[in-house]
């Protein structure tokens, strides 16, 4: 078999069995649910002469692992040869929570794969055809070797078919791929950089008098669940203004934000770049902010890169003498569209265009306590974030955030900026929930 990336890839997504590929839903074979391994393989055989049915199941943590259960000389080892080659041999794989079947009918050659949601409907590639594939030979050892010389390149039809039917099943049943799908996915990212109410950040947060260009760095660490998944994360940001206009207070923003995932054992690194516009339209109560931004996500473990651009508009409004505080209305409408892998021939884009709208509130109060003799101020925040377009795991998500900040001294012209702060945060969706303390400071 051969080793390289996208053999690796395709050869969790395949197995070896006959399924109908218009199943309602998705077996269970030798309760593969119960496992808690990132990669999950259920096995049914039925012996072509007693007719008896054995199953069994097994999880690993890589895809390099769990790849060698696709071999028809493999799975012998676990039904005997006589079943491997000759009786019905049905394999469901479970890839972070998307599923691909395969198989061989009873005395079939015939090696059939399918890619499908957890109801067991058939995931279609980018250009509407089913995800569905066939591979015959003159044993059924012959048809696993087509299969397996079909996909020795990574820019082979047959790769890059498959590729990107992986690549959409990710997004649509994942529920903690790294790129796209999810709250916590780089696409998701991208959107909370876009609007983050949870920080006062903006023009509308700032006195006139201000002084300087802000430097903003942070870090934050995250935990949390999804579905059968346990996460843990840790993000840093570095964040530059620049004032553009002689005599405005325009600024441009420089954003950095990078982050490390840990998701059952699968690693993913994943990086972003971003630059936007803030424009005053009426001081310190509204700005708009046009955006741009790039990231990329790579994960060895879990066979996923990609990378994705985002553009973006944000409004935020500021409304003054609620209280002691003021209450700040963020609002933004965003596209974005997964690019094919920078560097690689392997289609690995599942080809995703989707409109986002983010909109939230967020109330900060001045306290009357300080610390050192500084400042301080408490801040709540609430935004929701809905997807249009291409289907995903989760179209939609909830973030609250609650955070204490210390300002400046009461006469110094950053007395209105949180020079430090520490917040508390969480983000709940459909199956899915994290929650997040981080540190940021401003300078």
């Known amino acids: 078999m051969a080793t390289n990336y996208v053999k690796g890839l395709i050869g969790l997504i395949v197995g070896v069995g006959p399924q109908a590929l218009m199943a309602q839903t998705v077996p269970n074979f030798g309760n593969y649910r119960d496992l808690r391994g990132a990669f999950r393989v259920g096995i049914e055989a039925q012996n072509p002469i007693t007719a008896q049915v054995q199953s069994a199941s097994f999880d690993q943590n890589t895809i390099e692992d769990i790849g060698d259960f696709l071999d028809p000389s493999v799975i012998a080892t676990v039904t005997g040869p006589i079943t491997a080659n000759q009786g019905r041999i049905s ?7 998307a599923t691909a079947l395969a198989g061989y009918a009873q005395a079939s050659r015939t090696l059939t794969i399918n890619f499908v949601l957890p109801n067991g409907q058939t995931i279609n590639q980018a250009n509407g055809s089913p995800c569905s594939f066939a591979f015959t030979g003159i044993s059924r050892q012959d048809s696993f070797d087509i299969f397996d010389a079909a996909t020795d390149e990574d820019d082979t039809p047959t790769s890059r078919a498959l590729l990107s039917c992986a690549s959409r099943a990710f997004t649509r049943s994942a529920p903690a791929d790294p790129l796209a799908g999810n ?14 109410l949870t920080a006062s950040d903006s023009l509308v947060d700032e006195a006139a008098n201000t002084a300087g260009d802000p430097w903003v760095v942070g870090a934050v660490y995250t935990t949390g669940s999804a579905g059968r998944f346990d996460i843990d994360r840790v993000d840093a940001r570095i964040q530059r203004s620049f004032r553009v206009f002689e005599g405005n207070r325009a600024q441009l923003k420089f954003d950095l934000p990078f982050a490390y995932t840990r998701v059952t054992g699968t690693k993913a690194y994943s990086a972003q770049l971003g630059l936007g516009l803030e424009l005053p339209l009426q001081a310190q109560r509204w700005s708009l902010e046009p955006r741009i931004a790039y990231g990329i996500v790579y994960s060895k473990d879990a066979g996923s890169v990609g990378h994705i651009v985002q553009g ?20 933004m409408i965003g596209y974005s569209q997964t690019l094919n892998p920078p560097g690689s021939a ?4 599942p080809d995703l265009k989707n409109f986002v709208l983010r909109n939230g509130l967020a109330y900060d109060l001045p306290l009357k306590s300080r610390i050192s003799g500084r400042l301080t101020s408490l801040r709540a925040s609430y935004a929701f974030t809905a997807f249009t377009g291409d ?26 900026r949180d020079l430090i702060r520490f917040n508390l945060n969480t983000v709940q969706a459909k199956g899915y929930k994290t929650y997040t303390a981080g540190l940021g400071f401003r300078f």
Request: proline letters at 3%.
């Open 391 to 416: 289907k995903l795991r989760n179209n939609s998500f909830h973030e609250a955030t609650l955070s204490f900040g210390v300002r400046g001294r009461e006469d110094s012209p950053r007395a209105t």
């Open 312 to 331: 973006s508009i944000t409004s935020r409004y500021a409304i003054q003498g609620l209280g002691r505080g003021r209450l700040i209305i963020g609002n």
């Open 91 to 97: 394999q469901v794989f479970d890839l972070r929570g």
């Open 346 to 349: 392997a289609s690995l884009n």
């Open 183 to 196: 709250p916590g996915s780089l696409q998701s990212s991208l959107v909370r950089s876009a609007l983050d």
